[in-house]
Nanobody, 121 residues
């Protein structure tokens, strides 16, 4: 089955950097989009960054200029480079992807299990 596995989370001080990775596994015919969401306790899950197969990007206003989403097509892996981190960035970060598992199927939405990012001094 298709799986999305995030890694790279952890504890970092304000102003520091982290690089999150999301690796897909299983048989995937094509990737239509990949994205990062985050959810803090008691808050709604929000879109952080998105990347289409054509290279278009979309960022939340709160992370523009600080975060960068990128993709390694050969590895079916998406990254989120997070710089100048703030305590407000503390959340569980989830990888999200729109995938076709075969050419006859629909584009379905998949989620990873999440990785914790904590920004604190």
């Amino acid at each position: 089955q298709v799986q999305l596995v995030e890694s790279g989370g952890g504890l970092v001080q304000p102003g520091g950097s982290l690089r999150l990775s999301c690796e897909t596994s299983g048989s995937i015919f094509s990737i239509y989009y990949m994205a990062w969401y985050r959810q803090a306790p008691g808050k709604l899950r929000e879109l952080v960054a998105a990347l289409t197969s054509g290279g278009s990007t979309n960022y939340a206003d709160s992370v523009k200029g600080r975060f960068t989403i990128s993709r390694d097509n050969a590895k079916n892996t998406v990254y989120l480079q997070m710089n100048s981190l703030k305590p407000q960035d503390t959340a569980v970060y989830y990888c999200n992807a729109g995938l076709k598992v075969n050419r006859l199927g629909n584009v379905d939405d998949y989620w990873g299990q999440g990785t914790q990012v904590t920004v604190s001094s």
